[in-house]
């Protein structure tokens, strides 16, 4: 459990001065990595908030989920009108990841991310090492079976989780389950998943707001920011080499897992009594 101060260290919000100009590039890469990748686009934006306006990793977690919302809207919609949503799957991935997102709010108030980090990134790097030996676009969803559909609302249950206690959005792991467990092409798994991480992240801004873990304004700009680039970024993906699409997103994976090793290992020592 976090001490009272250490929670009123971390929703302490940023000074009036922020860097504005700083704030809008976060929203613009944000929007450009989401559209390409089919993510929420809080890879970027969680450790440039804490970067360029010294966010507490908890507040600058909450704003990117808030931040999230649309720039996957545009995104989605750039998908939506080529085609490349799986809308069956991401109903049922959708329905867990309101009860995950639910839980993931709940557990960034109440419990060290130390050790969560950790365990996720390791996730991060098996899932990387499968997308870089991955050969182009899967098959295709077959049949959705009860056990198919089970499969699914898992999937979005620890997405869900995964987005409101780090503030990614959940298609870091959407993306990759959806193309290897589920055949998916590349294209429709990302679509998918920026439709999917819309009512997730608003759920999670919902929760949020009421434990203080989100600033409004600067997840406003982020979020206008990112519009354009992520409505442009999602028509470049859909014309990308499969291949080339899944090493790129397997890179990306590999840069956050070592974000997240670096920091939770940081947190872990500074945790440990000492002399341990």
Do not use: C
Not at 30 to 44: D, E, K, R
Not at 122 to 132: H, N
Not at 204 to 209: V, Y
């Amino acid at each position: 459990m976090t001490s009272p101060s250490s929670t009123g260290a971390e929703t302490a919000a940023p000074g009036r001065d922020l860097p504005w100009l700083r704030v809008v590039l976060v929203g613009v890469i944000a929007g450009f990595t989401s559209g390409l990748f089919g993510i929420g686009g809080g890879t970027v934006i969680v450790p440039a908030l804490a970067l360029v306006a010294a966010f507490p990793h908890k507040l600058a977690t909450g704003t990117s989920l808030s931040a999230i919302v649309p720039i996957s809207v545009s995104g989605a919609v750039g998908y939506a009108v080529a085609g490349e949503v799986d809308w069956a799957a991401a109903v049922l991935i959708a329905t867990g990841a309101l009860a995950g997102a639910i839980a993931g709010t709940h557990l960034l108030v109440r419990v060290p991310v130390a050790t969560l980090q950790i365990a996720f990134a390791v996730l991060l790097l098996l899932t990387a090492v499968r997308m870089f030996v991955q050969e182009g676009d899967g098959p295709g969803r077959g049949e959705l079976t009860v056990l198919a559909a089970a499969a699914l609302v898992a999937v979005g249950l620890a997405s869900g989780v995964l987005a409101g206690l780090l503030g990614v959005g959940g298609g870091i792991l959407i993306v990759p389950l959806l193309t290897i467990a589920f055949g998916l092409p590349v294209a429709v798994a990302k679509g998918t998943s920026l439709l999917v991480i819309i009512p997730t992240a608003v759920m999670g801004t919902i929760r949020n707001r009421r434990t203080g873990l989100t600033a409004l304004r600067p997840a406003l700009v982020v979020g206008v920011a990112g519009i354009v680039t992520a409505a442009l970024a999602s028509q470049l993906s859909i014309g990308l080499d499969p291949e080339l699409s899944a090493a790129l997103f397997g890179g990306l994976l590999v840069l956050m897992a070592a974000r997240l090793l670096r920091t939770g290992l940081a947190a872990r020592r500074a945790a440990a009594p000492a002399g341990t």
